[in-house]
């Protein structure tokens, strides 16, 4: 039996604590070859280009050339799954979602501290990413979509107004620019509000949505415990925290958000946690979309609105970053409509006429 082909990793970081632990993670998996590192962004190019790794872990803050400018020439001139790890802070979150639209696979938040609980953590989450970023294939979000933003006026419609309908969506690893694209060229008008659970952290998410609001036609923010959902406007969960829609007293639709501490779910926002609320509480009015992302997050939910009757969709593989979510979702029949990238907003719009 052949033995199977070895991971090749470049790390890119310019302080030596964290260039040692992150290599001490990769030389603790036998699936993983550490093949080098750099401290600066100029030298990791040098060395992507000489070493051709299959994945790159790279810092932002860095001499000389920074993570963002390294990673457009990378992109330009030798493109490979870059991860970039990262502070959980406000500026960090920024930085992180520049690099994703500049085609970094994901992110890796980087330990507040050297405790050892944090390193483990850090451990665990770049180990799985390394192995779900290994063969894919990094792309730039293209400046169409970038500039795509429609000149819709963004009103918000009226809190009294009646709720027919909502769409659900779920994403981790690629989600970013997925969620970015589909919201780029949707109805900015569209009759229904959006809900958005995206794999992230309070601080990116926060961030993530400011950023979608200044792109996109349609109206996009983070939702906040007990508001009203509204349509023709796209709510992104907050990290850290598990998201529902429920009945408020007088009967109209609005988020339940709840801290995740002791709960059962690995993530925050759990799509699952969404998904089966939909299902209860929108039933065969819900539409279901599970993009790109490792695991199974959201597949039980997806089934349970395609039992209440809801329609469901799946990312396609050829244009999903990550053929993880989707794919179980095919293969667990939670999914009715397997769809292109370029058609599931369209898919969306049809569906709510």
Excluded: W
């Amino acid at each position: 039996m052949a033995e199977q082909k070895k991971i090749k990793v470049l790390v890119v970081d310019d302080s030596a604590f964290m260039r040692t632990a992150i290599e001490r993670m990769l030389i603790s998996d036998p699936t993983i070859e550490l093949i080098g590192s750099a401290a600066n962004g100029k030298e990791a190019v040098e060395k992507v280009i000489r070493l051709r790794p299959d994945v790159v872990t790279m810092d932002i803050e860095m001499p000389i050339m920074d993570g963002l400018h390294a990673l457009k020439e990378i992109m330009r001139l030798c493109p490979v799954p870059v991860l970039i790890v990262s502070s959980l802070s406000k500026e960090g979150a920024k930085v992180t979602l520049d690099a994703i639209e500049l085609g970094a696979i994901d992110y890796v938040p980087k330990p507040g501290s050297t405790l050892s609980a944090s390193i483990l953590t850090l451990r665990e989450e770049l180990l799985q990413k390394i192995h779900a970023a290994a063969g894919c294939q990094p792309r730039a979000i293209k400046l169409e979509y970038i500039s795509g933003k429609r000149n819709a006026k963004k009103v918000s419609t009226p809190a009294d107004e009646i709720i027919n309908r909502a769409v659900f969506i779920g994403a981790s690893t690629g989600g970013p620019p997925a969620i970015q694209k589909i919201l780029s060229i949707i109805d900015p008008f569209l009759p229904a509000p959006i809900i958005i659970a995206q794999h992230m952290p309070k601080a990116f998410t926060s961030a993530f949505a400011s950023r979608m609001n200044m792109i996109c036609g349609i109206k996009v923010k983070e939702a906040s415990n007990g508001e009203t959902l509204q349509n023709s406007i796209a709510y992104v969960c907050p990290g850290d925290h598990q998201t529902r829609v429920v009945r408020s007293m007088e009967g109209r639709f609005c988020f339940s958000i709840t801290s995740n501490a002791g709960e059962q779910d690995r993530f925050a926002p759990c799509i699952n946690t969404l998904f089966f609320s939909a299902a209860k509480e929108f039933a065969h009015k819900a539409v279901g979309v599970i993009l790109t992302g490792m695991g199974e997050d959201g597949v039980r939910g997806l089934k349970n609105i395609k039992l209440m009757g809801g329609l469901t969709i799946a990312q396609d593989r050829s244009s999903s970053v990550v053929y993880g979510m989707p794919r179980a979702a095919l293969e667990q029949e939670a999914a009715v409509r397997i769809l292109n990238l370029d058609e599931i907003s369209k898919e969306i719009e049809l569906a709510l006429k």
